[in-house]
């Protein structure tokens, strides 16, 4: 998600400002009557086997699809997720070569990497982060038409794996998923999209929408997917609202962290935080990825019911026990959840 970039000391960021403490401030009081969260990542063990994920990410407009990456990678060398692939939403020609330069940093350069073949929203690079990141780090895709096909990656990759045992995860545009549904059979699976996505996916997770209702980037930007993937996804969807990574700020422990000298996730938040003068950045597409791999549970709270999106690019929600859909609302304080964020956004290469 992008979020609005208003100047410092302005009105909107003021009262984002008091906002966030009177936050604080509340969930500081109510935290104080519980027993300490077990929320660092170094205190926390893994206690299942790994979660087989694929993330679709539209790189490039904003930099916590940097961060949500680099978790991704530091949950897998935990032994948490195991990595299937790396979309690209955004065909940008900086986007793929930007995935490839973070997947190579953290030892899986060979990684599969899709983006769309024909159409998708085309975003510029808010800031320039990736062209001035990117080519000082080794990769092997110097532009995004040089990534698969998002829908010939996904059908691979899904097609090869155990039913029901892949999550997949967005934190941008819904473009792939739609075409991923409409996609015919073919030599790579004998099965329509729709079919294949319900045999082989366990859970979708979606960085995306505002809830109970509103409007958010990520599925305003392609409406007309987020309609057909919204109403057309034959497994359970779990979002990640606005409200919930706007509350959680992560950046700035990461930019200070001298230890990481040679890390391309470091320099893009260095890069992407000074142009924005801010000292951290919101962690919408992280909350996303942090819940797609452990659950939500320890962190966060699902409301279930069922998303209904419309072609303004708006959703809404009916509340419903029985429902498809669930979003997140915070269980745990939201410096908690900025602290494990942090953490795993430091890790360092195996
Ligand atoms: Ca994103």
């Known amino acids: ?37 077990q929320a660092r990542e170094t205190a926390r063990e893994p206690v299942r086997g790994p979660v087989s994920i694929v993330l679709d990410t539209d790189i490039g407009p904003d930099v916590d699809d940097v961060g949500a990456l680099a978790m991704l990678h530091a ?40 983006a769309p073949r024909n159409g ?21 895709l110097d532009r995004t038409d040089d990534a698969t096909d998002a829908v010939v990656a996904y059908r691979k990759l899904l097609a090869a794996q155990p039913d029901r045992s892949v999550t997949l995860v967005t934190i941008g545009f819904l473009t792939n998923l739609k075409n991923l549904l409409a996609s015919p059979q073919d030599a790579l699976s004998s099965l329509g999209g729709k079919q294949l996505v319900a045999k082989k996916v366990k859970q979708l997770v979606v960085m995306g929408g505002k809830y109970p209702r509103g409007k958010e980037f990520n599925l305003e930007q392609d409406p007309e997917a987020a309609v057909a993937v919204v109403e057309n996804w034959p497994t359970p969807i779990l979002f990640s ?8 700020f992560t950046g700035s422990a990461l930019v200070r962290d001298s230890t990481l000298a040679n890390s391309p996730v470091r320099e893009a938040f260095r890069f992407y935080l000074a142009k924005d003068q801010q000292p951290a950045r919101p962690s919408w597409d992280q909350t996303a990825v942090l819940v797609a791999v452990r659950g939500h549970a320890d962190y966060f709270n699902a409301v279930a ?29 939201p410096a908690e959840i900025q602290a494990v964020v942090e953490d795993l956004m430091r890790h360092p290469p195996k």
Request: hydrophobic share 35%; aromatic share 10%.
């Open 1 to 37: 998600m992008v979020g609005y970039h208003p100047k410092p000391g302005s009105r909107s960021v003021k009262l984002r400002s008091l906002s966030v403490c009177f936050v604080a401030l509340l969930f500081s009081c109510e935290a104080a009557n519980k027993p300490p969260a």
């Open 75 to 114: 949950l897998a060398d935990r032994g948490e997720a195991r990595i299937l692939g790396v979309m690209s939403s955004n065909p940008n020609q900086w986007a793929a070569p930007a995935i490839d330069v973070v997947n190579t940093y953290f030892g899986r350069g060979d990684l599969p990497i899709g």
């Open 120 to 140: 998708g929203v085309v975003i510029a690079n808010a800031y320039g982060w990736n062209e001035a990141i990117v080519p000082h780090y080794p990769h092997n």
């Open 241 to 248: 609202g606005s409200e919930v990574g706007e509350k959680v």
């Open 305 to 333: 019911g069922q998303c209904r999106m419309y072609r303004d690019g708006h959703n809404e929600w009916t509340p419903s026990p029985n429902g498809p859909h669930r979003y997140l609302t915070f269980k745990r304080p």
